[in-house]
């Protein structure tokens, strides 16, 4: 039988040994750099949602197309850089497509002509730090205010789900960065951000979708 | 047509959200465990190097089963008992390396008493963790799990996949064996590998 005694050493002794990791703050960091693959138990709904993401976008394709030919861009707008494209489609959705994330500011002004308030900006992870992305370890989007209770609403009748209503194909690291957005689901003194990532091989998608109060600062938008 | 799709590409953006959401979460699972299983493996090889190789590789083998694992009460417990096994999984390969550095042997004595007294004169945590190193792996299990997670007998009986009762005569012989280890700077006798509690198995 162990003394109480012998426990309480015990106890302070491991408590002593433990607490002199040394450089515990760094390892944390490179360990929380790695990407490793959670599995989501959506692997089948993932094939399934990647051939319906081919699809739409084919869909939508045609539908550009269509629109492109039959009412010389009376429906249909499209602005394309070599870094980013920006759709505008017949009944006002708005499609971006960022392969680089060259000009945000360009690329923002873009989206509020498009009739979106929205907030473009560039994610670091060595300026913004590992974790700098993810609003719910504190990460932040510079000059704006992130929505954390219609963050959450990742329901299917969530705002994020009507507001970013399409596939987003691509997300991984280097990959082309397709969002859509429903303008007319965003509800007044609500905008959307979006950060994309520059660290190739980061633990991230390339890039992270936000929504924000609305604000001059952050929107252009009134509050 | 396009709408009609549009309900499909909307159970995409669904699925999308979704997995970014669980992704997230695991990374939220990460952050907030890290720290105790780096310090788990830190007592448990001694090596701080060893130490983020059994998390990355723990983080690995939890991730797998993350589907699985983030519907369950205590995820964090569940990461920390994969730590132990692959600690005992390797324990073999381990306590050879450690036998190099510092080979020796001397036949099992101490008691609580004498087990505390030289647990209150340690004065030199190398000195702490190399005796600990020389404990076989369970007894190693079965002190930190006991006296730096704190946990109940019960939960490390469970962790181990041995009864309760194993547990404590393990705490007690392992005590006697630091304290040995402790006072006369001397590896422990190896005991049997086949005595109650000391078998090296991983579940």
Same mark, same amino acid.
């Given at each position: 039988?162990?003394?109480?005694?012998l426990?309480?050493?015990?106890r302070?002794t491991?408590?002593?040994?433990a607490?002199?990791?040394?450089?515990?703050?760094?390892?944390?960091?490179?360990?929380l750099?790695?990407?490793?693959?959670p599995?989501?138990?959506?692997?089948?709904r993932?094939s399934?949602?990647?051939?319906?993401?081919?699809a739409?976008?084919?869909?939508?394709?045609?539908v550009?197309?269509?629109?492109?030919?039959?009412?010389?861009?009376?429906?249909?707008?499209?602005v394309r850089?070599?870094?980013?494209?920006?759709t505008k489609?017949?009944?006002?959705?708005?499609?971006v497509t960022?392969r680089?994330?060259?000009?945000?500011g360009?690329?923002?002004r873009?989206?509020?002509?498009f009739?979106?308030?929205?907030?473009v900006?560039?994610?670091d992870?060595k300026?913004?730090g590992?974790?700098?992305?993810?609003?719910?370890a504190?990460?932040?989007?510079?000059?704006?205010?992130?929505?954390?209770?219609l963050?959450?609403? #990742? !329901? %299917?009748?969530?705002l994020m789900a009507? *507001?970013?209503?399409?596939p987003?194909? $691509?997300?991984? @690291? &280097?990959?082309?960065?397709?969002?859509? #957005? !429903? %303008?007319?689901a965003i509800?007044?003194? *609500?905008?959307?951000?979006?950060r994309? $990532?520059v660290? @190739? &091989?980061h633990?991230?998608?390339?890039?992270?979708i936000?929504?924000?109060?609305a604000?001059p600062?952050?929107?252009g938008?009134?509050? | 047509?396009?709408e009609g799709?549009?309900?499909?590409?909307?159970?995409?953006?669904m699925?999308?959200?979704?997995d970014?959401?669980?992704?997230?979460?695991?990374?939220r699972?990460a952050?907030e465990?890290?720290?105790?299983?780096?310090?788990?493996?830190?007592?448990?090889t001694?090596?701080?190097?060893?130490?983020?190789?059994?998390?990355?590789?723990?983080f690995?083998?939890?991730?797998?089963?993350w589907h699985?694992v983030?519907?369950?009460?205590?995820?964090?417990?569940y990461a920390?008992r994969?730590l132990i096994?692959?600690?005992l999984?390797?324990a073999?390969?381990?306590?050879?390396?450690k036998?190099e550095?510092?080979?020796?042997?001397?036949?099992?004595g101490g008691c609580?008493?004498?087990?505390?007294?030289?647990?209150r004169?340690?004065?030199d945590l190398a000195?702490?963790?190399?005796?600990?190193a020389?404990?076989?792996?369970?007894?190693?299990a079965?002190?930190?799990l006991?006296?730096w997670a704190?946990?109940?007998?019960?939960?490390?009986a469970?962790?181990?996949g041995?009864?309760?009762g194993?547990v404590?005569?393990t705490?007690?012989r392992?005590?006697?064996r630091?304290?040995?280890?402790?006072?006369?700077?001397?590896?422990?006798?190896?005991e049997s590998?086949t005595?109650?509690?000391e078998?090296e198995?991983?579940?």
């Amino acid at each position: 039988v162990i003394t109480s005694e012998l426990e309480n050493a015990l106890r302070r002794t491991f408590t002593w040994a433990a607490a002199d990791f040394e450089n515990a703050e760094q390892a944390q960091e490179r360990l929380l750099q790695r990407d490793y693959h959670p599995r989501t138990g959506n692997r089948r709904r993932a094939s399934l949602a990647a051939a319906l993401a081919t699809a739409a976008a084919a869909i939508t394709a045609a539908v550009l197309t269509l629109s492109s030919a039959g009412t010389h861009g009376g429906g249909t707008s499209t602005v394309r850089l070599a870094a980013w494209t920006v759709t505008k489609q017949p009944d006002g959705r708005v499609t971006v497509t960022i392969r680089q994330m060259l000009d945000p500011g360009r690329l923002q002004r873009q989206l509020r002509a498009f009739g979106v308030p929205a907030n473009v900006s560039v994610y670091d992870a060595k300026r913004d730090g590992p974790k700098g992305w993810d609003y719910s370890a504190g990460g932040m989007v510079p000059s704006c205010h992130i929505d954390r209770g219609l963050m959450n609403s #990742i !329901s %299917p009748n969530g705002l994020m789900a009507k *507001v970013f209503f399409g596939p987003h194909p $691509g997300t991984g @690291p &280097g990959q082309p960065f397709t969002v859509w #957005i !429903s %303008p007319s689901a965003i509800p007044a003194g *609500v905008g959307v951000a979006l950060r994309v $990532g520059v660290t @190739p &091989g980061h633990m991230l998608p390339s890039a992270s979708i936000y929504l924000v109060k609305a604000s001059p600062q952050c929107t252009g938008t009134g509050g | 047509m396009y709408e009609g799709k549009g309900q499909a590409a909307r159970q995409v953006c669904m699925e999308w959200v979704g997995d970014v959401a669980v992704k997230r979460q695991f990374e939220r699972f990460a952050a907030e465990t890290s720290d105790l299983l780096l310090r788990t493996g830190y007592l448990m090889t001694g090596d701080a190097r060893d130490a983020e190789d059994l998390v990355q590789e723990t983080f690995l083998r939890v991730a797998r089963r993350w589907h699985k694992v983030r519907l369950m009460d205590h995820p964090a417990a569940y990461a920390r008992r994969v730590l132990i096994n692959l600690v005992l999984r390797d324990a073999d390969r381990r306590s050879r390396r450690k036998a190099e550095l510092r080979p020796g042997g001397i036949g099992l004595g101490g008691c609580d008493a004498g087990a505390a007294r030289a647990l209150r004169q340690v004065d030199d945590l190398a000195e702490f963790r190399w005796a600990l190193a020389q404990l076989p792996a369970r007894q190693r299990a079965v002190l930190v799990l006991r006296y730096w997670a704190d946990l109940p007998v019960a939960e490390v009986a469970g962790i181990l996949g041995c009864s309760e009762g194993t547990v404590t005569s393990t705490a007690s012989r392992a005590a006697a064996r630091l304290a040995q280890a402790l006072t006369y700077g001397e590896s422990p006798a190896p005991e049997s590998a086949t005595s109650a509690g000391e078998r090296e198995s991983a579940p």
